[in-house]
């Protein structure tokens, strides 16, 4: 795929994005990870990574998406979006220039193959959609293998170069910062309706949603707006696709408040009244990670960080008091696995 276009004024467009950041030679985009090379755009941190861990699939978070399970997951230097209240930023907001550990697609699959209960591999830490080249090498050499790839992203992605990445991805968590645009212009240095864009794209194609929210006292906290939020998501994307509520901390250049506990109840609260399955993130609660079937009530599974007790489902996922599907990605992954 083709992801620049020449300019008459002698520039190099990068197409991967919507900031459409136009380059001269030898400058870098927003992102920090594509820089003009002569005629190309060139990925500056092909290979380079900053965090590579075995890690339950719950901390993407997914919870719909072989629970239970692990992930190899990987993440490199970079982002496109500008977050003051990042909380990756000592990483997202970062160059690779000063890090040279570097991985090989090859190697990153064989660690897969031998991690244990491991169904795939994750690209998340920072965005991963500026990571472009590096992810499709990697997944299109693990699918060969029968492993599954996950992708934890900002969303902030044109439409062709999305298809492209939804053909080798399974699974997505996309992080719906907030549902107004002043909140993305502001804070985030991007806009809204790319990101509702690129969610609809991803849902229609039938891959495996879910959408996390991190909520941010006197900025995205407002319970009209979660209303708002909730009822376009179970329009648009399904009443079944799962929502993540994140209780934010003071990080990067942001120092209010961490959230409080009851904010986080009060619009998880809001947001059930149009979804099925809403979770509450970072944050202890009894029953705020536990899923329930929407028919019946019956709990499927209960959650205490990590530690995931699966009950009162058959084989297939659905559950066994009234048949409902909770899970479609739950069938053993065992024997799709090639070593």
């Known amino acids: ?46 290979g380079v990574i900053s965090g590579y861990a ?9 919870y719909h998406f ?14 496109n979006m500008r977050c003051d209240f990042c909380q990756n930023y000592n990483i997202s907001q970062r160059s690779s220039a000063d890090f040279s550990i570097k991985t090989e697609p090859d190697r990153i699959v064989k660690d897969a193959l031998s991690a244990l209960n491991n169904i795939g591999i994750a690209f998340t830490y920072n965005e991963p959609v500026i990571w472009f080249e590096f992810i499709r090498d990697v997944a299109l050499k693990a699918k060969k293998k029968g492993l599954r790839i996950v992708m934890v992203s900002n969303g902030f992605v044109n439409r062709d170069p999305l298809a492209e990445i939804i053909s080798f991805t399974d699974a997505f968590n996309i992080d719906l910062k907030a549902f107004n645009n002043d909140f993305y212009k502001n804070l985030v240095g991007a806009e809204l309706e790319p990101v509702k864009n690129a969610l609809r794209q991803i ?35 399904g009443r079944d696709t799962p929502l ?12 209010d408040p961490a959230t409080p506990k009851d904010t986080i109840k009060r619009l998880a609260e ?70």
């Open 66 to 79: 072989f629970p239970g399970t692990n992930i190899l997951s990987l993440g490199s230097y970079g982002c």
């Open 54 to 62: 075995l890690d339950p699939v719950e901390k993407k978070p997914l």
């Open 203 to 237: 849902s229609v194609s039938g891959k495996h949603l879910e959408v996390t929210t991190l909520v941010i006292p006197g900025q995205n906290d407002d319970e009209k707006e979660m209303e708002y939020e909730s009822e376009w998501i179970a329009g648009e994307l």
């Open 1 to 46: 795929m083709l992801l620049l276009s020449k300019k008459d004024d002698g520039k190099v467009e990068c197409l991967l994005c919507p900031h459409f950041c136009k380059l001269a030679e030898g400058k870098a985009g927003i992102c920090g990870a594509r820089r003009r090379n002569g005629e190309i755009i060139e990925l500056v941190t092909y």
């Open 244 to 255: 993540h509520l994140s209780r934010y901390f003071p990080m990067f250049k942001r120092e």
């Open 270 to 339: 809001t947001a059930t009244k149009h979804l099925n399955y809403v979770y509450s993130g970072n944050i202890e609660s009894e029953n705020g990670q536990n899923t329930r079937c929407p028919k019946c009530g019956k709990i499927v599974t209960k959650r205490s960080g990590y530690n995931i007790n699966i009950q009162n489902l058959d084989k297939k996922g659905n559950c066994t008091g009234c048949g409902t599907s909770i899970y479609r990605n739950f069938t053993s992954f065992s024997s799709s696995i090639q070593n």
